[in-house]
């Protein structure tokens, strides 16, 4: 997926948390920086949620290793939930724990629809 693409994605969610009443700022991360920062940082109702923003036609997404590192590091120094936000064309957003993402036996993180669906979170859902 371009970087074009994952902006405009980022940016629909973006606009999901805030017409649902939460606070939503996009950082300066994927590459634009050394330092950990996740794609949206969002709070409201008592939490506060790094995400990082995944979009895919079909297949599996498969992370590099200091992704999902970073995110944790981030999510731990800033005291927020870790989350991996994943949008499958024609199926919507997921949000996925950190801990319930996939690990190949390569000891890589990955992401697919059949583990968004069973372990993820719609949008209404993870805001409750």
Do not use: Q
Not at 12 to 28: D, K, N, Q, S, Y
Request: with cysteine; aromatic share 14%.
């Amino acid at each position: 997926m371009s970087k074009r693409k994952g902006t405009r994605y980022e940016r629909e969610l973006f606009h999901i948390f805030w017409e649902a009443g939460f606070g939503c700022v996009r950082t300066a991360g994927s590459g634009s920086t050394t330092l950990p920062a996740p794609d949206l940082l969002v709070g409201g109702n008592g939490r506060v949620l790094a995400i990082e923003c995944k979009a895919l036609k079909e297949g599996s997404k498969y992370f590099k290793e200091h992704e999902i590192r970073e995110l944790k590091e981030f999510s731990d120094k800033f005291g927020a939930e870790a989350w991996v936000a994943v949008r499958f064309n024609n199926k919507g957003w997921f949000f996925v724990r950190v801990k319930d993402l996939g690990l190949s036996k390569k000891d890589t993180y990955f992401i697919s629809f059949e583990i968004a669906e069973k372990k993820g979170l719609r949008f209404d859902e993870l805001m409750k």
